[in-house]
Nanobody, 126 residues
Framework: QVHLVESGGGLVQPGGSLRLSCASS????????MGWFGQAPGKEREFVGA????????YYADSVKGRFTISRDNAKNTVYLQMNSLKPEDTAVYYC???????????????????WGQGTQVTVSS
């Protein structure tokens, strides 16, 4: 059984930073595309960014480019989301997701991912 567990969320002031982690088990992690999505209250889940299985290729939503960075440690079966220069509009529950298919295709839609974590709350407020 696949489990994804996010951690690292919390309350941070505008301009601050957070690093989210997503630890996986039961997944062929090294061959999976890993994505991050955010869901604000009353809104749909939105793509934040993703990292391909090699870790050499990442892609992001325009709203976070230059501020957020995704990385992965295949030895630890963990993916990270480094969030810098946070804004109040970044406030959301952040979810990691996994697509175990071996593909280089860009995946930006929630329905392209098979497994999901339970989410971690990020609140950006002064």
């Amino acid at each position: 059984q696949v489990h994804l567990v996010e951690s690292g969320g919390g309350l941070v002031q505008p301009g601050g930073s957070l690093r989210l982690s997503c630890a996986s088990s039961g997944l062929t992690f090294s061959s999976s595309t890993m994505g991050w999505f955010g869901q604000a209250p009353g809104k749909e889940r939105e793509f934040v960014g993703a990292i391909r299985r090699s870790g050499l290729s990442t892609y992001y939503a325009d709203s976070v480019k230059g501020r957020f960075t995704i990385s992965r440690d295949n030895a630890k079966n963990t993916v990270y989301l480094q969030m810098n220069s946070l804004k109040p509009e970044d406030t959301a529950v952040y979810y990691c997701a996994a697509d175990p298919g071996i593909t280089s295709k860009t995946k930006r839609r929630p329905d392209e991912y098979t497994y999901w974590g339970q989410g971690t709350q990020v609140t950006v407020s002064s």
